[in-house]
């Protein structure tokens, strides 16, 4: 089974409007963290948020918030006022504890965003 | 910018041919991690190393090697190339050696194209 599913391959939202870009997760871990990363067509990998297992808030970041839940295994972030520099690929990621390290990142596939005037 | 520095930007070498990558971490981290990101198998860990040690190894060829000195910087060495290792390579950095909550920190990569 694939640790991170991120079932959109792209999506399309208007400049000032919010986006939720999907992101479920399997891990027997009780132990783990989930981050959320931004690819720009640069190249580069950018760091949004991240939410911890064991956090009972989700997180948020300016713009950026995170809508975990738990049971159901799904991190979603949400982007909220939409920005044409938003446009990029989107990574959801986990850093499980059972691995003995908890030192790799296990990304999904990405989500491609666009956003539109 | 996130303060991990990779040089080169790009590099285009020849099927056979050995190149080496060069990452300077945050200041203040003693984590570097490597990724591979390529069409075909996404981002893939390659290798970690903390503190000089190696620490974790993920889908690293024995082609492949990597280091990290003690000032803290690391290459990542590839040999006998081929064209399928044609990919974007990161770098990435963290403080701690381990942890779910701690937070890596990507550099811009090098594009790496096998002809």
């Known amino acids: 089974a694939q640790k991170i599913t991120q079932t959109q391959p792209g999506m399309f939202v208007q400049e000032k409007e919010a986006v939720t870009l999907d992101c479920t997760y399997d891990?027997?871990?009780?132990?783990?963290?989930l981050f959320w990363y931004k690819q720009p067509s640069s190249g580069e990998m950018i760091f949004l948020i991240y939410?911890?297992?064991?956090?009972?808030q989700n997180a948020t970041e300016g713009r950026y918030s995170l809508n975990f839940q738990k049971a159901r295994k799904s991190a979603n972030l949400v982007i909220s006022a939409s920005q044409l520099g938003d446009s990029a690929m989107y990574f959801c990621a986990m850093r499980e504890a059972q691995d003995g390290t908890a030192s790799k990142l296990t990304f999904g596939t990405g989500t491609r965003l666009q956003v539109t005037l | 910018d996130s303060g991990v520095t990779q040089t080169p930007k790009h590099l285009i070498t020849a099927t056979g041919q050995r190149v080496t990558l060069r990452c300077s971490p945050r200041?203040?981290?003693?984590?570097v991690y490597w990724y591979q990101q390529s069409l075909d198998q996404g981002l893939q860990f390659l290798i970690q190393?903390?503190?000089?040690?190696?620490?974790a190894k993920g889908n690293i060829l024995e082609r492949f090697s990597a280091q990290q000195f003690p000032d803290l910087h690391s290459e990542l060495n590839l040999s006998s190339l081929e064209l399928g290792d044609s990919a974007l390579y990161f770098c990435?950095?963290?403080?701690?050696?381990?942890?779910?909550?701690?937070?890596?920190?990507f550099g811009p990569g090098t594009r790496l194209t096998v002809l």
């Open positions: 990435a950095s963290s403080v701690a050696p381990a942890g779910v909550a701690d937070t890596q920190y």
């Open positions: 939410q911890g297992s064991y956090d009972e």
């Open positions: 200041s203040g981290d003693l984590s």
């Open positions: 891990t027997s871990d009780q132990s783990y963290g």
């Open positions: 190393y903390y503190n000089g040690e190696e620490r």
